[in-house]
């Protein structure tokens, strides 16, 4: 608001805006921030809520925000990670009790199953792509972006079958990057859980599997880096002759408002 005086000869002579945020005399929603400006004032939502400002509402974002706001019940509910006019809102599993109570959302594929690998030798010439419930990895993406974590479980059993050692396996990220370590370990370092730690079965390499001996081991762990999640394809080799493996990929998992 401004106020004005004015001269004896009707000329404006001074004005003094009134900064309505700062006094606390505006409308703007609880959940909204407020702008000053020159004889007036501005208001928008909250990042995590909609509407003109002066009326607020939480988005649908994600399985955490839904929690919080709308309901504690598990079950499947409609989001829109990035907002209305972008990518299409999806349909996801909310569970509502895991992780203390944040309110997860789960995302199935077709290939959570424990797969045989087996019938072939060069690096990675087993592949699996990997198809998701319901939603586009576009959507997925925006997904991750808005969640403050997200993680996805990988495994590898292995009889005499390399996992990371000579480039044997890989994975590959939603943008279509060679992933080159495994669950449980830091992103580029090359290694499975066990040589984050230094506890693999041979010290002198970064998985239980590049052991490479007669003997059922396994590599498994959490994927939680979320710019590389989720996971598009598996890739696996020295599965000839009695050299095997199982593959198993869990859901994804995000949570949290990021």
């Not at 230094?198 to 081991?217: E, F, I, L, Q, T």
Request: aromatic fraction near 10%; charged fraction near 20%; glycine fraction near 10%.
């Amino acid at each position: 608001m401004v106020i004005s005086t004015q001269s004896y000869y009707g000329y404006v002579v001074c004005s003094t805006d009134l900064n309505e945020c700062d006094r606390n005399t505006n409308d703007c929603h609880q959940r909204a921030s407020c702008t000053n400006e020159r004889g007036s004032y501005s208001c928008k939502c909250n990042h995590d809520y909609q509407g003109n400002g002066f009326k607020c509402s939480p988005k649908n974002i994600s399985c955490s925000v839904i929690r919080k706001y709308f309901s504690i019940v598990s079950g499947n509910y409609k989001i829109d990670p990035d907002g209305a006019g972008g990518l299409p809102p999806f349909t996801v599993y909310c569970d509502m009790s895991d992780k203390n109570g944040v309110g997860v959302t789960v995302i199935s594929h077709d290939s959570e199953r424990r797969t045989h690998v087996k019938g072939c030798y060069p690096q990675g010439c087993f592949s699996r792509d990997i198809h998701y419930t319901g939603a586009s990895l576009p959507q997925l993406a925006s997904l991750t972006r808005v969640s403050s974590h997200c993680e996805q479980f990988i495994k590898y059993e292995c009889w005499d079958s390399r996992l990371l050692k000579d480039g044997m396996a890989w994975w590959v990220s939603r943008d279509s990057s060679k992933m080159t370590y495994w669950g449980g370990a830091s992103p580029g370092s090359g290694k499975c859980a066990c040589g984050m730690t230094n506890s693999c079965a041979a010290p002198s390499y970064g998985c239980n599997c590049d052991k490479n001996d007669h003997v059922w081991r396994e590599d498994s762990g959490l994927l939680t880096d979320k710019t590389h999640l989720p996971v598009k394809q598996l890739r696996f080799g020295d599965t000839s002759s009695n050299n095997q493996g199982y593959h198993t990929l869990g859901k994804l998992k995000c949570y949290g408002v990021a």
